[in-house]
């Protein structure tokens, strides 16, 4: 099944996407990757789920990306005498570590972590920030608040901190968990939440010991001040709009999205613009005009992927959501526009044989117009390479390795093919000419690029630039 966009989509599995016959739906939609939020659901059913993708992955013979997402550290407050309190503008307000039923004078925030923290003059988000509360004497037990923007205060609502650095690893043990439960199941991308520095992607992959790729996201401001080394240290990054908005003003995420992009692209790993993308098809048919613009906007930047959140998991119209998001992508990537803001966004080819072949194949593929660029990738590094150039052909990674197809399932342009590797020079062509008709990108006489490492078979070793032309037989 060749998809005619190169942006990828990921679509997450919750409720309304449970069975194989939606899951199936989804991915004949056009979904590339699977996502599975482990803030919802039991280990049981998170197996359930992972099992159908594989069988399905089997059927369609493609393959599949899985994602976990980990929950991260929740900070929220405690419960109310009558389940809600009204706060004030201009009101006092005390948080403290007692665990008593709060008022409209005080709540439990269970979290002595956060009072090491705070400062006087620390601002404090409730409920995805609807309440604002100002800090005028922090203790390292309680925390007495004067509220600046008052409402409606209820049970277990979350706490953002956005001025501070919080004394809190990115995943507890919940998280740890979960982490050894999708690697030992076999995910293939593990999203982690709460990133403040690269230390936190670090320690994740340790414990992840190369089972799985690890995703950041881009959801904490402290994590922008550390947006290149926690780029460097990860194999891919998330721009996490949804708390990225409640920490930060909203205006500034629209830049953020931007930079975010070319980050990532300069430094050829993945990225994911996630949040509301679709919002309002959860409960309609049809999305908002500025939701569309959304959509086209990420693709425009140059994302590798666009993601679906509550539109897949909960909404009334998953298949219908991810319908949309492929038509929107397709059509905006055949728009003049595209193709400029494409050009004006290539990235310069680092000082590296592999960059220097990568860069050259989409130099030629711009003067000859060959039917593919065939990526011989072992580890998925070439395949990645060949993306961040952003030809204006399609490219073929083929790979011996499974879980490297799997991987770059969520990659920019990448159509994933699994095969033996190649034996010599005479098989290298036979082969990328065969799986380039079969795989509908090639008629007989069409030319491909072939880009592949010598010795073959050794992994990081991309060196070869070949032009080949596909014969009757391949």
């Known amino acids: 099944m060749r998809r005619n966009r190169n942006v990828k989509i990921i679509a997450t599995l919750g409720p309304a996407s449970s069975s194989p016959d939606v899951i199936k739906g989804l991915f004949e939609a056009g979904a590339d990757v699977f996502r599975l939020n482990m803030s919802h659901g039991q280990h049981e059913h998170i197996e359930a789920l992972h099992g159908a993708i594989r069988r399905l992955e089997k059927e369609m013979n493609r393959p599949i990306g899985i994602m976990i997402d980990l929950q991260g550290p929740k900070l929220r407050v405690g419960s109310f005498k009558n389940g809600e309190v009204e706060l004030e503008t201009g009101a006092s307000f005390r948080l403290d570590l007692e665990e008593l039923p709060g008022d409209e004078t005080r709540a439990s925030l269970p979290h002595p972590e956060v009072f090491a923290a705070l400062e006087n003059g620390t601002t ?99 994590a922008l001040a550390h947006m290149s080394d926690i780029i460097d240290t990860s194999d891919a990054v998330m721009v996490a709009r949804g708390d990225l908005g409640v920490e930060l003003p909203v205006e500034d995420v629209p830049g953020i999205q931007k930079r975010l992009i070319r980050a990532a692209r300069k430094a050829g790993k993945p990225v994911v613009v996630a949040t509301q993308m679709l919002e309002s098809m959860i409960n309609a048919p049809v999305p908002t005009r500025a939701e569309v613009s959304d959509v086209a906007t990420a693709v425009f930047d140059g994302t590798d992927a666009v993601m679906l959140s509550a539109e897949t998991a909960a909404g009334k119209y998953p298949i219908e959501a991810v319908e949309l998001m492929n038509r929107v992508a397709v059509k905006t990537e055949s728009s003049e526009p595209y193709h400029l803001a494409r050009d004006a966004q290539r990235v310069r080819a680092e000082a590296t044989t592999a960059d220097a072949i990568s860069a050259a194949a989409r130099q030629i593929a711009a003067t000859l117009h060959p039917a593919a660029i065939v990526s011989y990738t072992n580890s998925g590094s070439t395949g990645l390479r060949a993306a961040r150039e952003r030809p204006e052909i399609p490219i073929l990674a083929l790979t011996p390795q499974l879980n490297t197809a799997r991987r770059l399932a969520l990659g920019w342009g990448l159509h994933c093919v699994l095969t033996d590797d190649a034996t010599g020079f005479s098989d290298m062509v036979e082969r990328a000419c065969r799986i380039a008709r079969e795989e509908e990108f090639a008629d007989p006489g069409s030319i491909i690029l072939i880009t592949a490492g010598v010795p073959f078979g050794k992994p990081g070793t991309t060196n070869v630039l070949r032009i080949a032309r596909v014969g009757e037989d391949g």
Do not use: C, Y
Not at 126 to 142: K, M, Q, S, T, Y
Not at 189 to 207: C, H, T
């Open 124 to 222: 404090l988000l409730l409920d995805d920030g609807r309440i604002r509360l100002r800090v005028e004497n922090a203790h390292p037990e309680f925390a007495e608040t004067t509220v600046e923007v008052g409402g409606t205060l209820s049970d277990r609502k979350g706490v953002n901190v956005p001025d501070v650095v919080l004394p809190l690893a990115a995943m507890t043990a919940k998280d740890r968990d979960d982490l050894e439960f999708g690697a030992k199941l076999g995910v293939d991308w593990v999203a982690l939440s709460f990133v403040q520095r690269p230390e936190d992607i670090i320690e994740a992959r340790k414990l992840i010991a190369g089972r799985a790729a690890v995703m950041a996201k881009i959801e904490k401001p402290a």
